[in-house]
């Protein structure tokens, strides 16, 4: 990366920040790391807890026509059989002869209409051979090949094999969905821009079945949705660039997909996908197993296999997406007058780890510790607060901004009675963004706050 070009340098700040506040760390980092493979550290996994919850109010809790589902990460071989995965679900591989580095062909720099290797320039390039992502084990002692299994590379197949039994008991009518969130694993060739391309990561994904007639108008639909439920969680749309992919680019099966991408510090770059996918899943599914996964409609007394359109969403492009959007630096004067950068994670209040800092003016004085703590009691069931007493009251505003927290309440003196009962009872309420700070009712607080973030 050169530290000359503005967006890269806003990247290494962005994960040098996400080191420093425990946000994200590299997988067993004290051993050198694993390629490809990212932890979340504590502000990192709020962060994403926030990110999947509201994904599942919105799209599961809030609907009448969805209903959620779970399914075991390891999968009977022959779902990826019937799939297709096990036949093509590769990336083309080529090798450097000279530095012997391994990259996927369509990623692959060229000059002068010739490709070649960005790890030391050379052209002497083996031809491209299809890779397959797919991650194999075993399941049980015998490493033989009828015990190989294969880790899922999507959360999607789960739910077409399941869609009879959530029929059968979820008594849903057309058009309805299944949505599911979990981990998926592919053995990507490159992983690259920090956890936006990762060999472990996390999907959110719906499959909307519906009648085949109403198939594009929902894919239009769910665009909409989807555009909605990125601007609700401080992703704004015109940082979302929806990309309508042209006949023949799309999957064979696929009669429309958008891909909605983001414009991340090195470059727009792919969040999520639509795909119309017809009845390609479920039709294949009971030619493989010769189990009836159709549907019937009782009011028309028809027998048929519905049609399905499926947002699938990225958790971790998304968690991302969401510390680029809110990483925010700027100058500020201090009480001193002094001049200094505030780092600040201008997270919308629904996204932020830490919804309110809670902090006592001073930590030896017992009455403004006790009541701080007595505010901390009173908010933590409701939402993750954070209690700090060490430092000057300006530090640790400047500790909270940086992990994006966008309230800060301070215990005072008034807050005790001890400048009179006029601001007994009241706290400082700081503002994030604006660094602006008003009174308020401790009594009034919990309702304040929970308007803001829920
Ligand atoms: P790409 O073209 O970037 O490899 P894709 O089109 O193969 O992605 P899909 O199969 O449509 O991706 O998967 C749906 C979503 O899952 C993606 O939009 C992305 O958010 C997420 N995803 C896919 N692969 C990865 C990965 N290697 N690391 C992190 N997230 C991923």
């Not at 797919?134 to 015990?147: I, L």
Request: hydrophobic share 35%.
């Amino acid at each position: 990366m050169s530290t000359k070009d503005p967006n890269a340098q806003r990247m290494e700040k962005i994960v040098s920040l996400c080191k420093r506040r425990g946000f994200i760390f590299q997988s067993s980092e004290i051993y050198g790391g694993l390629n490809g493979f990212w932890d979340y550290g504590p502000l990192g996994v709020e962060l994403k807890r926030n990110l999947k919850d509201f994904w599942w109010r919105r799209n599961v809790r809030e609907r009448d026509d969805m209903v959620g589902m779970d399914g075991s990460i390891i999968m009977n071989r022959a779902v990826w059989k019937a799939s297709g995965h096990e036949a093509t679900f590769s990336d083309p591989m080529v090798d450097c002869k000279s530095c012997k580095a391994r990259h996927r062909d369509d990623q692959l720099p060229a000059k002068d209409g010739a490709k070649y290797c960005p790890n030391c320039g050379s052209r002497d390039l083996t031809e491209p051979r299809a890779f397959n992502l797919m991650f194999k084990s075993y399941a049980g002692p015998v490493e033989s090949e009828d015990n190989m299994v294969y880790l899922r590379p999507e959360t999607a197949q789960a739910i077409f094999v399941n869609f009879r039994n959530v029929c059968d008991t979820s008594r849903k009518k057309l058009p309805f969905g299944i949505a599911q969130v979990g981990k998926a694993f592919r053995n990507e060739i490159n992983p690259r821009n920090y956890t936006f391309r990762s060999r472990e990561f996390e999907q959110m994904e719906i499959e909307y079945f519906c009648r085949a007639e109403d198939g594009l108008a929902l894919t239009d639909y769910w665009l909409e949705q989807r555009l909605k439920f990125y601007e609700d969680i401080g992703i704004p749309r015109e940082k979302i660039h929806v990309v309508d992919i042209p006949d023949g680019d799309r999957a064979f099966y696929s009669k429309k997909t958008y891909d909605l991408e983001y414009e991340f510090p090195f470059g727009i770059s792919e969040l999520e996908g639509i795909a119309y996918r017809t009845d390609y899943d479920l039709s294949a599914h009971i030619a493989a197993s010769g189990k009836p996964l159709d549907y019937f409609d009782q009011e028309k007394n028809e027998k048929f296999v519905p049609h399905v359109v499926e947002p699938s969403a990225g958790v971790d492009r998304t968690t991302l997406a969401l510390i680029c959007e809110a990483f925010a630096e700027e100058t500020v004067t201090d009480e001193k007058g002094n001049a200094e950068t505030r780092t600040v994670l201008r997270f919308h209040p629904r996204m932020a780890p830490i919804k309110v800092g809670i902090f006592p003016l001073l930590k030896n004085k017992p009455e403004l510790v006790a009541k701080a703590e007595e505010v901390v009691a009173l908010l933590r069931p409701h939402m993750m607060v954070q209690y700090d007493e060490a430092g000057a009251i300006g530090r640790r505003y400047r500790r909270q901004d940086e992990a994006g927290t966008p309230f800060c309440v301070t215990i005072d003196f008034d807050t005790v009675g001890e400048n009179g009962p006029e601001k007994q009872g009241t706290v400082t309420l700081r503002h994030r963004d604006s660094m602006e700070q008003e009174r308020i009712a401790i009594a009034d607080l919990k309702a304040w706050l929970l308007e803001r973030i829920s």
